[in-house]
């Protein structure tokens, strides 16, 4: 193994803290612990971290027990930047002391001050950019990019309708949208319209507007495509209502579980399963879960992360950050996540 490399970030030293998820709860069950620093393994690399995402994912594996959720006590985390500490064997596609970004592929982990991540897993971050930036790339523009390139094939100039706008998907599917050169509509509550349209949509109301009449009144014969990462019978339908002819839906995620429990997604199911079933050019196709689909394809993975990594560098993609809250404090980012009322997404940072 190479030895430890010091640089502007400091000494590792022989301990670090973690979050970890003890049991099922709220927020307040999160804890953190100390422990010895992990050491890598053949083919691993250490990563210290400077920036972890929080996602809708994470608030639903604390709260929930279900089968294939991470057996207790875990730490939550999907998504990293941080600067690689120490090589395991056999590494050299990364050097010590270069800043990275990865996806933990469905493990967790990520809200940590170390974390040992295969080498493979791991893509250079361009210097200069803002680790909280850069961390948004990587769960929320590769899901964005996924439902926009892989799975709607969008072309440029179609009409599109994107739910929860200004989330940390629908922020990621606006920019990815304005790139492709797409006529854009956003669903948001209206403390987050000012931001929807600056990034290039329409915003509508979807607490006291019905999406499905005003698409209709603002478009005549509705939209290409749908983004819905909210989920529930009822939504997808009317989602589904909102596409023209040819028109593809994208159901991808389940907000609503949040207010409405687990039972959102047996639904949800259920009606794209009887979508799929009404003759007159409409689709509904499924959108893989990143996880399986970058274990599946991580060629794609790397490639399209180092792509929008290079867009954010050259200044052509700006995520939105909803909130920079220490690493350790993460009880806070999981009550504002709670709470809702933010704008893109919430982020962990260390030594902030
Ligand atoms: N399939 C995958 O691989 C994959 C990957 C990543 C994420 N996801 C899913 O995508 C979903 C969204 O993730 P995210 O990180 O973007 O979450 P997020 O940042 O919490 O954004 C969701 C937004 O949806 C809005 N919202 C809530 N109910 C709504 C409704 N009925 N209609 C329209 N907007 C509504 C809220 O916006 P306002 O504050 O404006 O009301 C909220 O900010 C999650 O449920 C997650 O499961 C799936």
Redesign the pocket.
């Known amino acids: 193994m190479k030895a430890i490399v010091q640089d502007e970030y400091g000494s590792p030293g022989t301990k670090h803290h973690r979050v970890v998820v003890p049991r099922h709860g709220g927020p307040d069950v999160l804890q953190v612990v100390e422990e010895a620093l992990p050491e890598p393994g053949a083919g691993e690399v250490r990563v210290k971290v400077l920036a972890a995402g929080v996602?809708?994912?994470d608030l639903?594996d604390r709260r929930y027990s279900f089968p294939g959720g991470p057996p207790m006590p875990y730490t939550p985390g999907q998504d990293i930047v941080g600067v690689v500490d120490k090589l395991g064997e056999g590494v050299s596609t990364v050097e010590p002391g270069q800043k990275v970004a990865g996806f933990t592929f469905g493990d967790g982990g990520g809200y940590t001050e170390f974390i040992c991540r295969p080498a493979s897993e791991l893509v250079p971050v361009p210097a200069g950019l803002d680790p909280a930036e850069a961390v948004c790339l990587v769960?929320?523009y590769l899901?964005a990019h996924?439902?926009m390139h892989r799975t709607a094939n969008v072309q440029s100039g179609e009409r599109i309708l994107v739910?929860?706008?200004?989330?940390?998907?629908?922020?990621?599917l606006l920019h990815l949208g304005q790139l492709a050169g797409l006529e854009m509509y956003g669903?948001?509550?209206r403390?987050?319209h000012e931001l929807v349209s600056a990034l290039g949509a329409t915003p509508i109301d979807?607490?006291t507007e019905d999406?499905c009449a005003r698409i209709r009144s603002l478009t005549g014969d509705g939209v290409d495509a749908v983004f819905d990462?909210?989920?529930?019978a009822t939504?997808v339908w009317r989602s589904y209502r909102a596409l023209r002819k040819g028109g593809r839906l994208v159901w991808?995620?389940?907000?609503?579980?949040?207010?409405k429990g687990l039972w959102v997604i047996p639904l949800t199911l259920l009606m794209q399963g009887l979508l799929a079933l009404i003759p007159g050019g409409k689709q509904a196709p499924l959108?893989?879960?990143?996880?399986t689909?970058t274990q599946e394809h991580t060629d794609w993975y790397r490639e399209t992360l180092t792509e929008l990594l290079e867009s954010l560098a050259a200044g052509r993609i700006k995520p939105v950050v909803?909130e920079r809250i220490p690493l350790l404090e993460a009880v806070r980012a999981h009550e504002l996540?709670e709470r809702?009322?933010?704008?893109?997404?919430?982020v962990l940072v260390a030594g902030a």
């Open positions: 996602s809708a994912y639903m769960v929320n899901t996924l439902a739910h929860g706008a200004a989330g940390g998907v629908g922020t990621a669903t948001a509550s403390y987050n979807y607490r999406f990462p909210i989920g529930g939504q991808f995620g389940m907000a609503a579980t949040k207010k959108m893989p879960d990143l996880g689909f909803a996540l809702g009322e933010y704008a893109g997404k919430v």
